[in-house]
């Protein structure tokens, strides 16, 4: 019997973010037993809470999807510091709490309590490759629409490895219908996790609009995506994409999916970029296993 909990990310509203499950006693499982866990949640992501390796850390994570392990993601990050806090494994420290995953060490910043609570983390650092003509080819005719070739499309690897392209605008974005099957095969070709695709909104709260999907991982759709948000502001940012004066954004994600998730993005002085949002618990219970 393990202590468990499923914790909706980037929202403060039940039912409106992204849920990660969160198995806090993983000790003792296989990898295999991970991996069989994570696909019966069939969530996008299911983490496993472990004792860390390393001195400078606060717990280790391991982070499935339904098909395979990452060595990092994002909202499975701030919803499992959310879990582990609120069920008292681990304490901030000066407001800080650092992960350790495949990547290596994750630096988290906690504001406030309860409801309250804003996690936010330091995306580690990226690469970046421009896609080739064919490969920039192929992802519009999986996306069924041209993408903005101003602002050329590229392979952003930041743990979690994503496609990134801009599309003319937020409306845009949210009449996308990619062909899956095709997408599948394309990310394992290039060894990605998935594509994501962003465009800007005329008004409102959100300064872009966000969609994420990852078939190759057995997730068509991710309803809101913090390493997906992260590559995205990486790629924003060495395009030129985004104001000097204006390094701080909300990105907003899940619409099309019945989701209303809200990404606050950072960018510092020294160009690490933060990627926060609020966190809720929505099950908290045992898993029998």
């Not at 421009?130 to 920039?136: F, T």
């Not at 101003?150 to 392979?155: E, Q, Y």
């Not at 510092?268 to 618990?281: A, Q, Y």
């Amino acid at each position: 019997m393990r202590k468990y909990k499923v914790v909706d990310a980037f929202t403060s509203k039940p039912l409106l973010g992204n849920p990660v499950a969160v198995v806090l006693d993983a000790e003792g499982l296989s990898d295999g037993e991970m991996q069989a866990i994570a696909r019966w949640t069939n969530l996008s992501e299911t983490t496993f809470l472990l004792p860390p390796q390393s001195r400078e850390a606060d717990y280790r994570l391991r982070i499935f999807t339904p098909c395979s392990e990452l060595p990092f993601a994002g909202h499975p990050t701030l919803g499992s510091a959310h879990a582990v806090i609120e069920a008292g494994r681990v304490s901030p420290r000066d407001g800080v709490l650092v992960q350790e995953c495949g990547v290596g060490l994750v630096k988290l910043t906690v504001q406030g309590e309860s409801k309250h609570r804003v996690i936010t983390l330091d995306l580690p650092p990226a690469t970046m490759r421009d896609l080739d003509a064919d490969e920039l080819d192929e992802l519009e005719a999986i996306l069924g629409h041209q993408v903005s070739r101003d602002s050329a499309p590229a392979i952003v690897d930041v743990g979690a490895v994503w496609i990134v392209a801009a599309m003319a605008d937020a409306s845009t974005v949210l009449r996308l219908t990619p062909d899956f099957a095709r997408s599948a095969r394309f990310e394992a070709k290039l060894g990605a996790t998935g594509i994501t695709v962003f465009g800007r909104h005329a008004n409102g709260d959100a300064e872009i609009e966000v969609r994420s999907f990852a078939p190759s991982c057995g997730v068509e759709e991710d309803p809101v995506c913090g390493s997906g948000n992260g590559s995205v502001a990486i790629f924003r940012s060495r395009r030129n994409l985004i104001s000097s004066s204006a390094t701080n954004y909300i990105a907003a994600q899940g619409r099309r999916v019945g989701r209303d998730g809200r990404i606050a993005i950072s960018i510092s002085d020294d160009g690490t970029i933060g990627v926060g949002g609020s966190c809720v618990t929505c099950v908290d219970g045992t898993l029998v296993y």
